[in-house]
């Protein structure tokens, strides 16, 4: 089983304008969609709806949300799996604007506020269905709430750890400057560690405390080794496998057992939401079929590459990867 918890769900709203977004002007909309979002429920999506063949394993989404919020309602429309904590505040609306190149611009609300209790049975729902099964994944994805403290998901990851549960993390900005805090000051013992994390480049240099922009724009020139580099310090500090997506440039893979790179195919860009969150689900994937390092690498590049392909917050439906286009890896 994969059991995702998504701290700070939202309702999607994706408009795509007609022509390029003009800033302070008058941008008439071609299209807008409402759907049950946040990283966990796009990596829960992903899973649910993988091809038949490759024996997907079970998914449950858990989510803070009243289950009288639409959020709840879409969830259920999409018949995903899952579980709610029942909060009173209202789920957030983020809106995603898309220009036809393929440009994406995100307005992200801050999300409700969920108190101490709630938090702690978010995190016992996540223990106690992913303890169902000995090969589970628990995927930690998103952001987290106002008032939520930025090394919750250190203390989520330690209590996952001894149920004896690998972990994915998927976070950004301070909770993910609290995990590089801590790796530094090796003051948890290694049991916060996550098995896979999947920061992109500007996360990655958040992590190391270095300029993620220039891994980012290196990368795009074909530069790897400085993000190849980084990768391995997180895997020599004890994270279990660095995913490290990079837009148009594809992604990298470092664990114990190497660094490799993997570059995208022909695509033409329409929507990059929810790219990064296919990615990892596609590695997860891989992973549940137990497939070596270097597939779970396509598979990732696979999947995100599909979700970008696709307007709107369009993701993976059945992806076929023997019919998928072949990805070139490189080690490093």
């Known amino acids: 089983m994969i059991v995702t918890l998504t701290m700070n769900p939202s309702v999607d709203r994706t408009a795509g304008v007609a022509g390029s977004l003009e800033r302070g002007g008058v941008n008439r909309l071609a299209d807008i969609t409402d759907v049950a979002g946040g990283k966990g429920i796009n990596v829960a999506r992903v899973i649910k709806e993988a091809a038949p063949k490759y024996a997907r394993p079970e998914v449950l989404a858990v989510a803070p949300s009243s289950h009288s919020d639409p959020f709840a309602a879409m969830l259920g429309g999409a018949q995903i799996p899952h579980e709610l904590v029942q909060v009173d505040d209202p789920v957030r609306v983020n809106l995603t604007v898309t220009e036809p190149d393929g440009t994406t611009t995100k307005l992200n609300a801050p999300g409700a506020e969920i108190s101490d209790s709630a938090r702690t049975l978010l995190v016992d729902t996540v223990v106690g269905a992913a303890k169902q099964s000995a090969s589970s994944w628990a995927v930690l994805c998103g952001s987290l709430p106002r008032g939520c403290p930025p090394d919750f998901y250190l203390d989520a990851l330690t209590a996952l750890h001894d149920a004896g549960v690998s972990v994915a993390l998927d976070t950004s900005d301070a909770p993910l400057e609290a995990l ?3 790796m530094r000051a090796g003051s948890r013992k290694g049991r916060f560690l996550p098995d896979l994390i999947k920061p992109n480049g500007l996360e990655l240099g958040q992590l190391l405390g270095i300029d993620g922009s220039a891994l980012e724009s290196g990368a795009e020139a074909g530069e790897f080794a400085p993000v190849a580099d980084a990768a391995r310090k997180l895997v020599d500090t004890g994270v279990g496998a ?16 190497g660094v490799w790179s993997a570059g995208p195919p022909d695509i033409e860009v329409r929507s990059t939401v929810g790219a990064g969150d296919s990615s990892l689900a596609g590695y997860l994937l891989a992973a549940h079929l137990d497939l070596d390092p270097l597939e779970r690498l396509r598979w990732a590049v696979a999947h995100g590459s599909v979700a970008a392909s ?3 917050t369009g993701l993976p439906h059945a992806l076929d990867m023997d019919q998928a286009p072949h990805i070139d890896v490189t080690s490093h």
């Open 180 to 182: 590089g805090a801590a």
């Open 242 to 257: 660095a995913l490290v997506t990079l837009g148009g440039a594809g992604a990298l893979l470092a664990t114990a057992d």
């Open 310 to 312: 696709l307007p709107g």
